[in-house]
């Protein structure tokens, strides 16, 4: 753990910050002045929670459910979490693409979703409807799960 002046900031708290701020050194710096002041301690949780981007662990469950529940379980626990926490479906697809390209998918398949998801993040920036689109973002973890499985077979 570091001390900024009066400031408790954790390693993963730093990083949080780094990774949100993009580079840019005055939004780095609000987040970290938005949490410190909300937070007795800057940790990785709270600069997410600060500034409402889902969670990595939220971000694992969406994973989970898109990729090893049936399609009504996961729109359903996808949509009470967005409901629950607030959550933007954009938020969660910007996090969902960076943790995409981590899982083992083989490269057409990955390339396939990564279009999926490209198309979903269109659509919502047109003005579509957000249920809509969280529906046809699981549809496309359910079509790339069927195409793993069978090739597996």
């Known amino acids: 753990m ?23 050194m005055r939004r780095s710096l609000n987040i970290l002045q938005s949490t410190s002041m909300a937070y007795e301690k800057v ?5 997410y929670t600060c500034t ?17 529940k049936d399609f009504t379980t996961a729109y359903k626990q996808i949509l ?13 697809l910007t996090e969902i693409h960076l943790l995409v390209h981590r899982v083992d998918f083989p490269p057409a398949v990955r390339i396939s979703l990564l279009i999926k998801l490209a198309d979903v ?7 579509t409807s957000e249920k809509i689109q969280l529906s046809s973002m699981v549809a496309a973890f359910q079509a790339v799960r069927d195409i793993v499985v069978s090739e597996a077979s």
């Open 80 to 92: 009470h979490l967005k409901t629950l926490k607030g959550l933007a479906l954009n938020d969660i």
């Open 52 to 68: 409402g981007h889902p969670l990595r662990s939220d971000i694992a469950n969406i994973l989970d459910w898109c990729l090893n």
């Open 43 to 47: 940790t990785e949780d709270t600069v």
């Open 121 to 127: 993040e269109h659509r919502l920036a047109s003005g």
């Open 2 to 24: 570091f001390s900024c002046g009066s400031i408790d900031i954790t390693p993963d708290g730093m990083k949080a910050i780094v990774t949100l701020s993009s580079g840019d």
